[in-house]
């Protein structure tokens, strides 16, 4: 079994910034787009979680840039699980392009309740995530 879940992402002149560049906010979106795939592609919806009052917030980030990309880039994103514990997902992701790194991520999801406090995620899917698990 595959642990590592990729998808890919075009770059559009909406992602640019006024010297061409891809603007580093873009990489947000960009991170937060396959991590939302990579939880589709498990089955796992965002609005499955809503109705029953959760939904996941991210808690922490590092990200660090490697490299530029430019319009009509087609990048990779890959997202791997590193630790799971009962609230939180602590989750690597990288991108790159032609098979170079452009920038990598250390991302802290937490599930939250209604009204925001720290909550475990359902045992459905932690059993859904925990194969995925790609701790050394």
Same mark, same amino acid.
Not at 29 to 42: G, H, V
């Given at each position: ?6 998808f890919?992402i ?5 992602d ?5 560049n891809?603007?580093h906010?873009?990489y ?6 396959a991590?939302t795939?990579?939880l589709?592609e498990?089955?796992i ?7 029953? &009052?959760? *939904?996941?917030?991210?808690? %922490?980030?590092?990200?660090?840039? #490697?490299?530029?990309t ?8 890959t997202?791997k ?6 609230a ?5 992701q990288?991108i790159?392009?032609?098979g170079e790194?452009?920038?990598k991520?250390n991302?802290?999801v937490?599930v939250?309740?209604s009204n &925001?406090? *720290?909550?475990r995620l359902? %045992?459905?899917?932690?059993?859904? #995530?925990?194969?995925y698990?790609?701790a050394?």
């Amino acid at each position: 079994m595959n642990k590592d879940f990729t998808f890919q992402i075009r770059i559009y002149y909406e992602d640019t910034d006024f010297s061409g560049n891809t603007y580093h906010g873009s990489y947000v979106r960009f991170f937060e787009r396959a991590r939302t795939e990579w939880l589709r592609e498990l089955n796992i919806h965002h609005y499955e979680l809503a109705k029953i &009052g959760l *939904a996941f917030a991210v808690s %922490k980030m590092e990200i660090e840039f #490697l490299k530029a990309t430019h319009i009509d880039d087609l990048l990779e994103v890959t997202t791997k699980i590193i630790s799971l514990t009962g609230a939180r997902i602590m989750l690597e992701q990288a991108i790159t392009c032609n098979g170079e790194n452009i920038a990598k991520v250390n991302v802290v999801v937490a599930v939250i309740n209604s009204n &925001g406090k *720290a909550t475990r995620l359902p %045992k459905h899917w932690r059993s859904i #995530l925990l194969p995925y698990l790609n701790a050394s």
